[in-house]
């Protein structure tokens, strides 16, 4: 294995950091990439079709965080192979990734397309952007195939320590989607439905673009065409580890869809403003969230090698970076949140409310850079049936019914409606640093999970 590649010798700090920048800017582009949809919408569209791409693309975020999450379990898998230096293990486990998840997205397109109609009424899409956000939601629901393929992806190359190759993929997809968004929102004036083409459009052409660039690339893993197909014990072991991190990412952005619904209640402003508030806050979320994905793939190869007081060390190290930058987050979308999210629209009520939630994430800005570490830490070792229980306890316990109850005070307010989400992440914190010191204990048990993958690619 390259030097590249390698997390399990040498420094802790300076590799982390070389590895998680790149997986911060591919972050970036990649908030910009979904961002792009709503700035062009708002600057050449209406309220309308902001509130139906703001309703739409969180529909659409959710299933594909369902994805991300079971990729992590090809992640988590290929690292930890990587890290015992079973190269040809972990070319199985890959080629049985891919075929599982040509599987999931042709799954997805067959039911999305046809449902985008019914999922759109279950979000309460109001009532004067629904047949946008429908329009959105079926067109984006086309290239699901595009959308798993351009994740799973990015989970083989993190999981082998490469964060470089998925910058290049996501630098790909965005400018062709700026490029589709001027050309079908602000030239053709299709709102909605010509973001959502932009996206598709921009998908596909990035994908088989990645493909042609990976052939020629040397990997640290061994795999061929006979790898891609249908393993029982790889494909075993990549649900076990991924379908936790997935049924969290799935239920705890339920929670923030009933949030949206909630707030698409009290009409297409405050809905607007809050969709305008979560583009935003993908960029406030942007260094924890790298983080996040940085050390799963640091502490998997640790693990795999045997080194969980290097994996801790890790952890700690990302705590301390990670807190610094979220102060930072935290002044920028408390104090300056009305100016960002003119960014995005000229509306002066849009503005308002926007800026109103930002205040209220700001805080979790601050929180996350303590949780998220926390959950890439646990999802390296495996554990990500803990990972999946402390969201859905700060989700279903904490900010679904903060988020309820503050929607019937007498004055509700978006920043009030936002202050859920700091309050679960509390919980969950603690959650997070109980389990961590319950580890401690128990580590000479050898309780750390060590999945055995199969040896090859035909049982």
Same mark, same amino acid.
């Given at each position: 294995m390259t030097h590249e590649h390698n997390f399990t010798q040498g420094k802790i700090m300076a590799p982390l950091m070389k590895f998680a920048l790149p997986v911060m800017l591919a972050m970036l582009l990649q908030a910009l990439y979904g961002a792009v949809d709503l700035i062009i919408v708002g600057q050449f569209s209406d309220a309308v079709n902001v509130s139906a791409v703001s309703t739409g693309s969180q529909i659409i975020m959710t299933i594909t965080l369902v994805v991300t999450g079971? +990729? @992590?379990?090809?992640t988590i898998l290929t690292g930890q192979k990587i890290g015992e230096g079973r190269p040809e293990v972990a070319g199985h486990v890959v080629g049985s990734g891919i075929h599982l998840f040509i599987l999931i997205g042709m799954l997805l397109t067959v039911i999305m397309v046809p449902g985008a109609g019914?999922?759109?009424?279950?979000m309460q899409a109001p009532a004067e952007a629904f047949t946008e956000t429908v329009q959105y939601v079926r067109i984006s629901s086309a290239g699901f195939l595009f959308?798993?393929?351009?994740?799973?992806?990015? +989970?083989?190359? *993190?999981?082998?320590? =490469? +964060? $470089? @190759? %998925?910058?290049i993929t996501v630098a790909i997809a965005t400018v062709i989607n700026i490029i589709g968004d001027l050309v079908f929102v602000a030239a053709f004036h299709w709102g909605a439905g010509g973001a959502a083409l932009a996206t598709v459009i921009a998908q596909a052409v990035s994908v088989l673009l990645s493909f042609m660039i990976i052939r020629k690339r040397k990997l640290p893993f061994v795999m061929t065409k006979k790898d891609i197909s249908f393993d029982r014990l790889n494909t075993a072991w990549i649900l076990k580890l991924g379908? %936790?991190?997935?049924?969290q990412d799935l239920l705890v952005n339920i929670s923030f869809l009933v949030i949206l619904a909630i707030v698409n209640s009290m009409g297409v402003v405050y809905s607007a403003g809050l969709g305008v508030a979560e583009k935003l806050c993908m960029f406030i979320m942007l260094i924890p969230s790298s983080y996040m994905q940085s050390m799963s793939a640091f502490v998997?190869?640790?693990i795999g090698a045997e080194k969980p007081d290097r994996a801790r060390k890790a952890l700690l190290c990302g705590i301390g970076t990670s807190v610094a930058a979220g102060i930072c987050m935290f002044w920028l979308g408390f104090f300056h949140g009305d100016l960002l999210s003119m960014i995005f629209t000229k509306d002066a009520?849009?503005?308002?409310?926007? #800026? =109103?939630?930002? $205040?209220a994430y700001a805080i979790d800005a601050l929180l996350t850079s303590f949780l998220f570490c926390f959950i890439g830490y646990f999802n390296g070792c495996g554990r990500t049936l803990f990972v999946m229980i402390q969201g859905l306890v700060g989700a279903f316990?904490?900010?679904? %019914?903060?988020?309820? #109850?503050?929607?019937?005070?007498d004055d509700p307010t978006l920043f009030k409606i936002g202050l859920a989400?700091?309050? +679960?992440?509390?919980?969950?914190?603690?959650?997070?640093?109980? #389990? #961590?010191?319950?580890?401690? *204990? $128990?580590? $000479? *048990?050898g309780t750390l999970i060590e999945p055995e993958a199969s040896e090859n690619g035909n049982n």
């Open positions: 079971l +990729s @992590m379990g090809v019914a999922v759109s009424a279950l959308i798993t393929a351009y994740n799973v992806l990015g +989970s083989i190359f *993190r999981g082998i320590g =490469d +964060s $470089k @190759m %998925p910058l379908i %936790p991190v997935a049924l998997a190869q640790n009520g849009i503005v308002v409310q926007a #800026f =109103d939630y930002l $205040k316990l904490v900010r679904i %019914p903060v988020s309820y #109850f503050m929607s019937l005070t989400t700091p309050c +679960s992440t509390i919980v969950q914190i603690v959650l997070c640093a109980g #389990f #961590f010191i319950i580890l401690l *204990r $128990k580590e $000479k *048990r």
